[in-house]
């Protein structure tokens, strides 16, 4: 069904790129919510992407292949017959998004809802006799290395040795157990059993497959497979997942205060977060399971079998709304507790610092994500933290100060623009281009530099996006060392969220959500893109993932370089490599690297694996081998020296008398005590330290040499 346009021509301006839309609805011809969705969608990516792909039969050929391999990624659901019969259909996709009939989504989603449901009932069949394990078969786990089921018999057969693999898996791990506390149950007895919770385990599967995955859900996932084509970061977002990114940014959302798990198909309250609506109303506790969920005087929803994040959905709303929750208590008793939503901050998404003490004094600053709440100017803005935690930890007069950026997937770029200032005096942060081809170099205008003492930052693969942004201005002014794998993810993109309601005039039967569009690229202040690439740590450390990054997908945008900006080194550049060789040979001789150097070996030949067997004798021997291999990460910790790493008195005030955030703490503290990375990282500043303050290196001779 096309789209008629009514109005005039629409302009939305974001950052340096103007993009033109027909505002739609009407009475006219009015599209569906779907059809309205994907050709905003079209025009968006057409009109605004930093760097759109023809949308044509070739970009529609890419998708169709993405969309199966969501909708079906191990190929048990579709029979080789299903997509021959939609294969007429591959070439549609940018017909569809110019207006033409959603046919491919259409007659997929009739063939999968139909293959879903002949699924649910192959798989207890199968579950209701036992497995031979004594039979020596193979499992093929590859689905690139397999075709589609050529027919029904073939779908069952990959069911089976599917559902065998798993039920292999479960009835190994009950002999060993047996085998340990003696129990004397019969092989007869643990296969069965190891069946009934391979049973429970497709049960809840299926029952959201057919229950709760509603045609909206597929028809996301048939949208981001165009959008995801055109680039990795350009994604469509349902309004609940909107939400989400929206909290996740901010650091906040607004909900009951409930901290949940899910154990054995029910949801259970795992904490309650201090000062929350759940803590001030005082019925909820922890391990209390809830059954039931209503939206106030609402019809109330059964939860059992939802996932956490399923039932979190229902639990989140809208501050100063009710939500009445069926609760299970400990002592047994049922009740229906009632509790106004209102707004619950993530502490553990904040900055936060400590003190490792030892050779030097050593300031350390553990920030997650560079947050920031754009809705609220009183809330939490991820600069503003880290500047407080400078004052602190400058105010317990440390030698140096470690930035740990590790896992740390962006977030906020006038945030990391502001803090990199923080560093270094005014001058060019990163370079933004736009589709167009204009360079907007993003500078930090405050002549102040809050910290110019010795400087870390610590990075891995999974740090992106803003987090390479930091890590390369600080490399580029030759302010800090970086400290960390080989290169960073390689995300330098920008990406800007637009509302597809603000498109449309009339009410298109429910909320339109909202494209994740990539609009810019990152450069920078030197002239490279941080994309694909990444940012290359200057001390490099052994990693233990592999094969991860921008790299890894075929859609991502290349990397490229553009004129170097006008930018001043630091005054002090650090030396890095002096630093780089001393801690090489500390490394070599690192007994905890050398085992993390080992089993990453291990892991790519796991890897690497693409048959497993089905027999048990097979099976315990590939296992025993196996374990036997990664047995010796489990001894990575005894080979790291503790660090004495402490909260900040001022800190610890704040929570004391918290138990529940004493306890976190303290745990937050115990996994940098035995961290291998950050235990370099702490040498590599001392080594730093020393190399920036010639006096204390006098007095660390003489000290030495008064001690021989």
Same mark, same amino acid.
Do not use: C
């Given at each position: 069904?096309?789209?008629?346009?009514?109005?005039?021509?629409?302009?939305?301006?974001?950052?340096?790129?103007?993009?033109?839309?027909?505002?739609?609805?009407?009475?006219?011809?009015?599209?569906?919510?779907?059809?309205?969705?994907?050709?905003?969608?079209?025009?968006?990516?057409?009109?605004?992407?930093?760097?759109?792909?023809?949308?044509?039969?070739?970009?529609?050929?890419?998708?169709?292949?993405?969309?199966?391999?969501?909708?079906?990624?191990?190929?048990?659901?579709?029979?080789?017959?299903?997509?021959?019969?939609?294969?007429?259909?591959?070439?549609?996709?940018?017909?569809?998004?110019?207006?033409? @009939?959603?046919?491919?989504?259409?007659?997929?989603?009739?063939?999968?809802?139909?293959?879903?449901?002949?699924?649910?009932?192959?798989?207890?069949?199968?579950?209701?006799? @036992?497995?031979?394990?004594?039979?020596?078969?193979?499992?093929?786990?590859?689905?690139?290395?397999?075709?589609? @089921?050529?027919?029904?018999?073939?779908?069952?057969?990959?069911?089976?040795?599917?559902?065998?693999?798993?039920?292999?898996?479960?009835?190994?791990?009950?002999?060993?157990?047996?085998?340990?506390?003696?129990?004397?149950?019969?092989?007869?007895?643990?296969?069965?059993?190891?069946?009934?919770?391979?049973?429970?385990?497709?049960?809840?599967?299926?029952?959201?497959?057919?229950?709760?995955?509603?045609?909206?859900?597929?028809?996301?996932?048939?949208?981001?497979?165009?959008?995801?084509?055109?680039?990795?970061?350009?994604?469509?977002?349902?309004?609940?997942?909107?939400?989400?990114?929206?909290?996740?940014?901010?650091?906040?959302?607004?909900?009951?205060?409930?901290?949940?798990?899910?154990?054995?198909?029910?949801?259970?309250?795992?904490?309650?977060?201090?000062?929350?609506?759940?803590?001030?109303?005082?019925?909820?506790?922890?391990?209390?399971?809830?059954?039931?969920?209503?939206?106030?005087?609402?019809?109330?929803?059964?939860?059992?079998?939802?996932?956490?994040?399923?039932?979190?959905?229902?639990?989140?709303?809208?501050?100063?709304?009710?939500?009445?929750?069926?609760?299970? *208590?400990?002592?047994?008793?049922?009740?229906?507790?009632?509790?106004?939503?209102?707004?619950?901050?993530?502490?553990?998404?904040?900055?936060?610092?400590?003190?490792?003490?030892?050779?030097?004094?050593?300031?350390?600053?553990?920030?997650?994500?560079?947050?920031?709440?754009?809705?609220?100017?009183?809330?939490?803005?991820?600069?503003?933290?880290?500047?407080?935690?400078?004052?602190?930890?400058?105010?317990?007069?440390?030698?140096?100060?470690?930035?740990?950026?590790?896992?740390?997937?962006?977030?906020?770029?006038?945030?990391?623009?502001?803090?990199?200032?923080?560093?270094? @005096?005014?001058?060019?942060? /990163?370079?933004?281009?736009?589709?167009?081809?204009?360079?907007?170099?993003?500078?930090?205008?405050?002549?102040?530099?809050?910290?110019?003492?010795?400087?870390?930052?610590?990075?891995?693969?999974?740090?992106?996006?803003?987090?390479?942004?930091?890590?390369?201005?600080?490399?580029?002014?030759?302010?800090?060392?970086?400290?960390?794998?080989?290169?960073?993810?390689?995300?330098?993109?920008?990406?800007?969220?637009?509302?597809?309601?603000?498109?449309?005039?009339?009410?298109?039967?429910? *909320?339109?959500?909202?494209?994740?569009?990539?609009?810019?690229?990152?450069?920078?202040?030197?002239?490279?893109?941080?994309?694909?690439?990444?940012?290359?740590?200057?001390? /490099?450390?052994?990693?233990?993932?592999?094969?991860?990054?921008?790299?890894?997908?075929?859609?991502?945008?290349?990397?490229?370089?553009?004129?170097?900006?006008?930018?001043?080194?630091?005054?002090?550049?650090?030396?890095?490599?002096?630093?780089?060789?001393?801690?090489?040979?500390?490394?070599?001789?690192?007994?905890?690297?050398?085992?993390?150097?080992?089993?990453?070996?291990?892991?790519?030949?796991?890897?690497?694996?693409?048959?497993?067997?089905?027999?048990?004798?097979?099976?315990?021997?590939?296992?025993?081998?196996?374990?036997?291999?990664?047995?010796?990460?489990?001894?990575?910790?005894?080979?790291?020296?503790?660090?004495?790493?402490?909260?900040?008195?001022?800190?610890?005030?704040?929570?004391?008398?918290?138990? /529940?955030?004493?306890?976190?703490?303290?745990?937050?503290?115990?996994?940098?005590?035995?961290?291998?990375?950050?235990?370099?990282?702490?040498?590599?500043?001392?080594?730093?330290?020393?190399?920036?303050?010639?006096?204390?290196?006098?007095?660390?001779?003489?000290?030495?040499?008064?001690?021989?």
């Amino acid at each position: 069904m096309k789209l008629k346009v009514i109005v005039p021509i629409m302009l939305i301006s974001i950052s340096a790129g103007i993009f033109a839309f027909a505002k739609i609805g009407g009475t006219d011809d009015p599209p569906g919510r779907y059809e309205a969705i994907m050709t905003l969608v079209g025009q968006i990516l057409k009109e605004g992407h930093y760097q759109p792909k023809p949308i044509d039969d070739a970009f529609s050929k890419q998708v169709f292949k993405k969309y199966m391999k969501s909708l079906d990624s191990e190929k048990k659901f579709f029979m080789k017959s299903d997509i021959d019969a939609l294969k007429p259909l591959e070439t549609h996709v940018d017909d569809e998004l110019n207006g033409a @009939p959603l046919d491919l989504f259409k007659k997929t989603n009739d063939i999968i809802r139909q293959r879903v449901t002949e699924a649910a009932a192959i798989y207890p069949v199968i579950l209701d006799k @036992p497995f031979d394990f004594s039979k020596q078969e193979n499992i093929v786990i590859d689905p690139d290395a397999m075709d589609w @089921p050529a027919d029904a018999a073939a779908r069952t057969e990959a069911w089976r040795k599917s559902l065998k693999l798993r039920t292999l898996e479960k009835y190994a791990d009950l002999i060993e157990l047996r085998d340990k506390e003696k129990t004397g149950k019969t092989d007869a007895a643990l296969e069965a059993e190891a069946r009934a919770k391979v049973k429970k385990v497709y049960d809840r599967y299926f029952d959201r497959m057919k229950n709760r995955m509603k045609e909206d859900d597929r028809f996301s996932m048939y949208v981001n497979a165009i959008t995801t084509t055109m680039d990795p970061h350009t994604d469509y977002m349902p309004p609940v997942e909107k939400r989400a990114f929206q909290e996740q940014m901010a650091g906040k959302f607004f909900g009951i205060g409930a901290q949940l798990r899910e154990d054995e198909g029910r949801i259970k309250i795992v904490s309650i977060v201090t000062g929350s609506p759940s803590w001030k109303q005082g019925q909820l506790k922890a391990d209390d399971v809830i059954l039931k969920v209503a939206q106030g005087s609402q019809e109330p929803v059964d939860i059992g079998g939802f996932a956490v994040d399923e039932a979190v959905t229902l639990i989140r709303g809208n501050k100063g709304t009710e939500v009445r929750l069926t609760v299970k *208590s400990v002592d047994g008793t049922t009740k229906v507790v009632s509790l106004i939503r209102d707004e619950i901050k993530l502490d553990d998404t904040f900055a936060k610092s400590a003190v490792i003490s030892g050779q030097h004094k050593i300031g350390y600053i553990y920030l997650p994500e560079f947050y920031a709440d754009f809705n609220d100017r009183q809330g939490s803005f991820s600069y503003d933290d880290v500047a407080e935690e400078i004052k602190k930890l400058k105010a317990e007069k440390v030698d140096g100060i470690i930035l740990d950026l590790r896992f740390n997937g962006g977030g906020s770029l006038p945030d990391v623009i502001k803090m990199a200032g923080l560093f270094v @005096p005014e001058g060019t942060m /990163v370079q933004v281009r736009s589709r167009g081809g204009e360079t907007q170099q993003q500078k930090d205008r405050d002549k102040s530099v809050q910290y110019d003492g010795p400087l870390a930052i610590m990075v891995n693969e999974f740090s992106a996006s803003a987090s390479e942004i930091m890590a390369a201005a600080m490399q580029d002014y030759k302010r800090a060392v970086v400290i960390g794998s080989p290169s960073t993810f390689g995300k330098g993109t920008v990406q800007r969220l637009l509302e597809l309601d603000n498109f449309v005039r009339t009410d298109m039967g429910g *909320s339109l959500g909202a494209i994740k569009l990539t609009v810019q690229k990152f450069y920078r202040a030197d002239g490279g893109s941080t994309q694909l690439k990444g940012v290359e740590s200057d001390v /490099v450390l052994p990693s233990p993932y592999y094969e991860v990054g921008e790299r890894k997908d075929e859609d991502a945008l290349k990397w490229d370089v553009i004129p170097k900006a006008d930018y001043t080194v630091w005054q002090d550049p650090v030396d890095v490599k002096t630093l780089k060789a001393n801690s090489a040979k500390r490394v070599a001789n690192n007994e905890a690297f050398k085992i993390i150097n080992d089993n990453i070996a291990t892991l790519k030949k796991l890897e690497e694996q693409k048959t497993y067997p089905l027999d048990l004798a097979s099976y315990k021997a590939d296992q025993k081998k196996n374990a036997a291999a990664l047995k010796r990460y489990d001894a990575v910790n005894d080979k790291v020296k503790d660090l004495n790493i402490n909260s900040l008195k001022v800190d610890l005030s704040k929570i004391a008398g918290d138990t /529940v955030k004493l306890a976190r703490n303290k745990d937050w503290l115990k996994a940098r005590t035995k961290d291998a990375y950050l235990s370099e990282a702490v040498n590599v500043m001392n080594d730093l330290i020393l190399q920036s303050y010639p006096k204390l290196k006098n007095n660390y001779t003489d000290a030495k040499n008064k001690e021989n």
